[in-house]
């Protein structure tokens, strides 16, 4: 039914938020985890994407994923970490053509930045 065709995105959509919230405190505290969080929250495009059966809320899910992956393997190195980015990854790159970039992207500023904010 079409209910059981949108519900990944939905719930992918909704996963995205603590990811997201994730992202921002190691980036800049709470108060950025929560504006961030926020923003996602209301965006128009992300409602939207999040209620379609299509892998755009995979996307935004595997490309936050990416990124508190490559943040937390920054902050202390250890095989597990090592295996939640390797994961994020594939997914990020399976997920659509668009997450060859956003992978590149990602990995060149955890790369380049770390966690020495």
């Known amino acids: 039914s079409e209910w059981c065709l949108r519900l990944p995105s939905a719930a992918l959509g909704i ?3 603590p990811l997201l919230y994730a992202v921002g405190v190691r ?3 709470r108060v950025v985890g929560l504006s961030a969080t926020a923003l996602l929250t209301f965006s ?3 409602l939207h994407y999040s209620q379609e059966a299509r892998m755009y809320a995979l996307l935004a899910a595997a490309a936050i994923g990416f990124a508190l992956a490559g943040l937390r393997l920054a902050e202390a190195p250890s095989p597990r ?7 994020a990854g594939a997914l990020l ?9 956003y992978f590149a992207s ?5 790369a380049v930045f770390g ?3």
């Open 15 to 17: 996963a995205s938020l």
């Open 27 to 29: 980036l800049g505290g």
């Open 44 to 46: 128009s495009y992300h």
């Open 81 to 87: 970490r090592t295996l939640a980015l390797a994961f």
């Open 93 to 101: 790159l399976y997920s659509h053509p668009f997450g060859v970039p």
């Open 106 to 110: 990602i990995a060149a500023a955890v």
């Open 115 to 117: 966690c020495d904010w």
